[in-house]
């Protein structure tokens, strides 16, 4: 579970986000990153009803907020995120979404490989 520290709440905040910093996009999701927002790392989802209904945009939310959650130590301090979820992340496993995540948060030059905490009981990726 993503720590309620660790989680951006104002609109004021995620537009922030989303105007002055960089941005990767993927085909499941797109990714915002702010870097030297403040202290503490933070993370925010954006899951529109193009995604799909109630139940599988909260579906989307939950695998977005937990392969997040697993990624925040990975991150310089002070970086925001902003995790904007596309129509394809309907259908996507956790495992595509997690490969998604990984490739933007590359492309952003955020971080290396994926950790270890993202892996199953079987040592497969999640």
């Known amino acids: 579970m993503l720590p309620a520290d660790a989680r951006l709440r ?11 910093g960089v941005r990767a996009g993927r085909r499941r999701l797109v990714l915002h990153a702010l870097v030297d927002s403040g202290e503490q790392v933070k993370a925010g ?6 995604v799909g209904n109630s ?3 909260h ?5 977005l907020r937990h392969l997040v959650a697993a990624r925040l130590g990975t991150l310089p301090h ?3 995120l902003v995790v ?3 129509p ?4 996507a496993s956790s495992r ?5 995540l990984d490739a933007a948060l590359r492309r952003l030059k955020l971080t290396g490989a994926a950790p270890e905490a993202s892996r199953d009981s079987n040592g497969s990726a999640v």
Do not use: Q, Y
């Open 55 to 57: 139940v599988v945009r």
């Open 10 to 20: 104002r609109s004021e905040e995620f537009r922030s986000v989303m105007r002055g």
């Open 78 to 80: 002070g970086c925001a």
């Open 88 to 91: 394809p992340a309907a259908e």
């Open 84 to 86: 904007r979820a596309l």
């Open 59 to 63: 579906r989307v939310t939950r695998r």
């Open 96 to 100: 595509e979404l997690g490969s998604d």
């Open 45 to 50: 989802f954006v899951v529109s009803k193009a």
